[in-house]
């Protein structure tokens, strides 16, 4: 049961967000509109892990949505950049990734914007060797096939992790894999080191002994944000107010039960519990609004993407944001 400090937390964090984050988008429709916009269905894409992965198997964003006639559809994505792309075309409403894939998909023209984030979580995410190579930092990986999600998070890892080690993007050879398939090239030896994140790291570790090279401490922040079609949230922000405040009270009670989590993930992403808890040890919990700092790094990220041609151009961040247009 919520004690007295948590229920003023969350009052604090759905203020600001009903002020910051979602109260601006009001300033983009006309007269009262917004009051009046209903939906019938909300489709949520999730990924293997997080917050909306136990919302969805707890089920109470769906008790509260279907009392309003809204019902709501979960989609699984293997990845960030699939799911902002299912996002873009219109198939899903309401999503989380990482950092980098609403970069990317900005950079394409997705018509999305910023809801809220996650704390950072840089031990997350890692760039990992087999237990029997003979590289041991990442400086060695001059050379060397490196397996990564293209668009993820784990792209800024790696771009940082070589800057540091005095090495350039081009000095290595990146072998673009999606989870699945990385982890099999991973196994089999066919790529020289693995970039990614949890809970598959946690898998990498436990199951084949990985050893990592550098997670994202001192490098990354790692935030997971939560973002929603422009269109959608314009439309029903009183439905993605209600949407975060679910969030709000899942990371809550997340955070205070990582045993519980670690089951419920378990039996969600087909993972053995010592593994998905090892993952959930290291999530960073507590949804907050997006604000200037958080919109600052997000846009240190793009412009070093811009810089490497990683995106075939500049973006603006902040014109993601509820109340700016694309």
Same mark, same amino acid.
């Given at each position: 049961?919520?004690?007295?400090?948590?229920?003023?937390?969350?009052?604090?964090?759905?203020?600001?967000?009903?002020?910051?984050?979602?109260?601006?988008?009001?300033?983009? *429709?006309?007269?009262? @509109?917004?009051?009046?916009?209903?939906?019938? =269905?909300?489709? $949520?894409?999730?990924? %293997?892990?997080? !917050? /909306?992965?136990?919302?969805?198997?707890?089920?109470?964003?769906?008790?509260?949505?279907?009392?309003?006639?809204?019902?709501?559809?979960?989609?699984?994505?293997?990845?960030?950049?699939?799911?902002?792309?299912?996002?873009?075309?219109?198939?899903?409403?309401?999503?989380?990734?990482?950092?980098?894939?609403?970069?990317?998909?900005?950079?394409?023209?997705?018509? *999305?914007?910023?809801? @809220?984030?996650?704390?950072?979580?840089?031990? =997350?995410?890692? $760039?990992?060797?087999? %237990?029997?190579? !003979? /590289?041991?930092?990442?400086?060695?990986?001059?050379?060397?096939?490196?397996?990564?999600?293209?668009?993820?998070?784990?792209?800024?890892?790696?771009?940082?992790?070589?800057?540091?080690?005095?090495?350039?993007?081009?000095?290595?050879?990146?072998?673009?894999?999606?989870?699945?398939?990385?982890?099999?090239?991973?196994?089999?030896?066919?790529?020289?080191?693995?970039?990614?994140?949890?809970?598959?790291?946690?898998?990498?570790?436990?199951?084949?002994?990985?050893?990592?090279?550098?997670?994202?401490?001192?490098?990354?922040?790692?935030?997971?944000?939560?973002?929603?079609?422009?269109?959608?949230?314009?439309?029903?922000?009183?439905?993605?107010?209600?949407?975060?405040?679910?969030?709000?009270?899942?990371?809550?009670?997340?955070?205070?039960?990582?045993?519980?989590?670690?089951?419920?993930?378990?039996?969600?992403?087909?993972?053995?519990?010592?593994?998905?808890?090892?993952?959930?040890?290291?999530?960073?919990?507590?949804?907050?609004?997006?604000?200037?700092?958080?919109?600052?790094?997000?846009?240190?990220?793009?412009?070093?993407?811009?810089?490497?041609?990683?995106?075939?151009?500049?973006?603006?961040?902040?014109?993601?944001?509820?109340?700016?247009?694309?």
């Amino acid at each position: 049961m919520d004690n007295n400090n948590t229920r003023s937390a969350r009052r604090r964090t759905l203020g600001l967000l009903s002020a910051a984050a979602l109260g601006a988008i009001a300033t983009t *429709l006309p007269g009262a @509109a917004l009051a009046q916009s209903k939906a019938g =269905s909300l489709r $949520i894409g999730y990924q %293997k892990y997080g !917050t /909306l992965t136990i919302l969805k198997a707890r089920g109470t964003l769906d008790k509260r949505l279907a009392a309003q006639g809204i019902d709501v559809k979960w989609t699984e994505f293997p990845a960030g950049p699939a799911l902002l792309e299912g996002l873009n075309v219109g198939s899903i409403d309401f999503g989380t990734v990482g950092e980098a894939p609403p970069i990317f998909a900005q950079a394409a023209g997705a018509n *999305l914007v910023y809801i @809220a984030n996650e704390p950072p979580a840089p031990l =997350s995410e890692a $760039i990992v060797v087999p %237990k029997t190579s !003979t /590289l041991k930092t990442v400086k060695d990986l001059k050379g060397k096939k490196v397996g990564l999600n293209k668009g993820s998070n784990v792209h800024y890892l790696l771009v940082k992790a070589l800057e540091k080690a005095g090495l350039d993007y081009k000095d290595i050879e990146p072998i673009y894999l999606p989870p699945s398939d990385a982890r099999a090239a991973f196994e089999r030896g066919s790529i020289d080191a693995w970039v990614i994140w949890d809970p598959f790291l946690a898998a990498a570790e436990k199951q084949f002994g990985a050893r990592i090279l550098a997670d994202g401490q001192g490098l990354v922040a790692n935030h997971q944000f939560f973002l929603a079609s422009r269109p959608y949230a314009e439309r029903n922000s009183d439905i993605v107010k209600l949407i975060v405040d679910e969030l709000v009270r899942t990371d809550e009670w997340s955070r205070q039960n990582v045993k519980e989590v670690a089951a419920i993930l378990a039996g969600q992403i087909g993972l053995p519990a010592d593994i998905v808890e090892l993952a959930a040890s290291r999530y960073a919990y507590g949804v907050t609004p997006v604000n200037d700092a958080v919109l600052h790094e997000q846009q240190k990220i793009a412009d070093v993407f811009a810089n490497l041609k990683l995106i075939p151009k500049k973006i603006n961040v902040r014109s993601a944001v509820t109340g700016a247009r694309l």
